[in-house]
């Protein structure tokens, strides 16, 4: 026989069990179960984003007082003014900002401009040790083609185009300088590597430690503050080429449309595993196949032999004909003015950084780490706000508040002309924004759905609810028949 309690003591029974799980298991689910959620700079991120980089470019001005007259250098520097401003308000997130100014000497700082009447076609600007020569005559003649010189002198519509590149992925198929370069990083390693086909038919000094150490090691300390750059070198032995060289009189050739073919089995044996990976390449050819040429696609022939891999390194296909050491004098004359490209700066053939390379390169790094930290905030952001229940943990308020103080350093220090300061700050930037959006009690989440959460708590508040849910019920339906009863 079932023990059966009176109705007053069931319903004594309910209050109390109803108290425990209302006014104590709630909020004591709610306490534990509770997402922390750290405060995070919304409007100052959001004000990133309708900010516009000025990037203010330094060009220097001289001219001899016995050819020109200050007063009238002070006046071109002015009326050039808007012309230049013009042409650099046209760069997307960014506004470029050549800023001319007096100078006692010209030719040591990055960009430099001599106003001259000493000119021998005054139609034509001038390269010369000093910077740009422009006559006078001709700026009281076309000053917007004065403009439009300086413009093309500073490299202003090579730098665009990178920073463009940024928002707008398809000149990457369009540019070539574009194409060829690695994306901006804040670390780069550069891997060097002698690949010998045939050890025993090719048997020369590899000269790896001294050759990267008297060529390589003084190209990285002039990069200076770009990045944290480190190098390795490495053997590669018993790969062939996928297609052999064609014997064209005395000599051979490769066609540049199979170049390509040529380092997909060598970048099987690399060996390297990041985006930020640049690859230097020596491969040794058998000399029956010297002297090498490369005929290019309208049919020239390429007495160098070597050729750019687009954002994956160069490639350098090494003469061993009477040879009995690897010459690298020759081998990084080659290679690192093409590395210069992988870089982002231009093709010149010269393997040393001047400070017109350094400064453009600077400047490519410090504008594309601010732009990519203030796309990167506002992804968290977006992030964030999509998924509620996301934990905000402490350390990712504050790398999120270190890259938006960087990013309004970086962009301060480049309105003031201090690029080192900005390319220092704008790097730090970048790497607290990527530490926040990629760090691992976020990424978590990412792959935890709401429909999982239900599995979990239904198997926990069923059993206590329903049987509640139940007894309430029978209250209200006795309650009724009570009250019918009654009327």
């Not at 590899?206 to 944290?228: H, M």
Request: net charge negative; proline share 6%; charged share 20%.
């Amino acid at each position: 026989m079932a023990l059966k309690f009176p109705e007053s003591v069931q319903k004594i029974n309910l209050l109390y069990y109803s108290i425990i799980v209302v006014v104590l298991g709630t909020p004591l689910w709610w306490y534990t179960t509770d997402t922390y959620r750290a405060a995070l700079p919304h409007s100052q991120i959001t004000a990133l984003t309708e900010y516009k980089s000025v990037l203010n470019i330094p060009v220097a001005v001289c001219f001899n007082p016995s050819d020109v007259q200050r007063s009238r250098v002070e006046q071109i520097i002015i009326s050039l003014k808007p012309f230049l401003l013009s042409r650099g308000s046209s760069g997307g997130r960014v506004i470029y900002d050549p800023v001319l100014s007096l100078a006692n000497n010209c030719g040591k700082q990055p960009f430099s401009v001599v106003f001259t009447n000493d000119v021998a076609r005054p139609s034509k600007a001038e390269i010369s040790s000093q910077g740009l020569k422009i006559s006078v005559e001709k700026v009281d003649r076309m000053i917007a083609e004065v403009a439009e010189d300086i413009v093309q002198y500073i490299e202003l519509p090579h730098l665009q185009n990178h920073i463009l590149a940024i928002d707008d992925p398809s000149l990457h198929s369009t540019l070539q300088d574009v194409r060829n370069a690695m994306a901006v990083a804040t670390s780069y390693n550069i891997l060097v590597s002698v690949v010998n086909p045939d050890p025993a038919a090719i048997n020369l000094d590899y000269n790896l430690v001294e050759g990267t150490k008297l060529y390589l090691e003084p190209f990285i300390a002039e990069l200076g503050e770009l990045a944290e750059v480190t190098y390795q070198t490495q053997v590669i032995r018993y790969v062939k080429l996928p297609h052999k060289p064609v014997k064209n009189g005395d000599f051979y050739y490769l066609s540049e449309s199979n170049l390509p073919h040529v380092i997909n089995p060598i970048e099987s044996k690399l060996g390297t595993s990041t985006t930020n990976d640049i690859n230097l390449i020596i491969y040794l050819m058998e000399e029956k196949y010297s002297p090498l040429h490369i005929k290019t696609i309208g049919g020239e022939m390429k007495r160098l032999p070597s050729f750019l891999s687009p954002q994956f390194g160069a490639v350098l296909l090494y003469d061993t004909s009477n040879k009995t050491s690897i010459d690298h004098s020759s081998t990084f004359s080659v290679l690192l003015p093409q590395l210069k490209q992988l870089l982002g700066l231009k093709s010149s053939g010269s393997a040393g950084i001047t400070a017109k390379e350094k400064y453009l390169m600077e400047s490519r790094a410090t504008l594309t780490h601010i732009l990519r930290s203030t796309d990167t905030l506002n992804s968290l952001i977006r992030l964030v706000d999509s998924i509620p229940n996301m934990v905000i943990g402490d350390h990712i308020a504050e790398q999120v508040s270190s890259a938006v103080e960087g990013i309004n350093k970086a962009q301060s220090a480049l309105m003031e002309g201090k690029l080192s300061e900005a390319l220092l700050q704008s790097s730090l930037a970048r790497n607290a924004a990527e530490k926040s959006f990629s760090d691992p009690s976020i990424l978590a989440l990412l792959y935890f759905p709401d429909d999982q959460k239900f599995a979990i708590y239904i198997p926990l508040f069923l059993p206590v609810g329903l049987p509640l849910i139940v007894a309430y019920l029978e209250i209200l339906k006795q309650w009724k028949k009570n009250k019918d009863k009654t009327d």
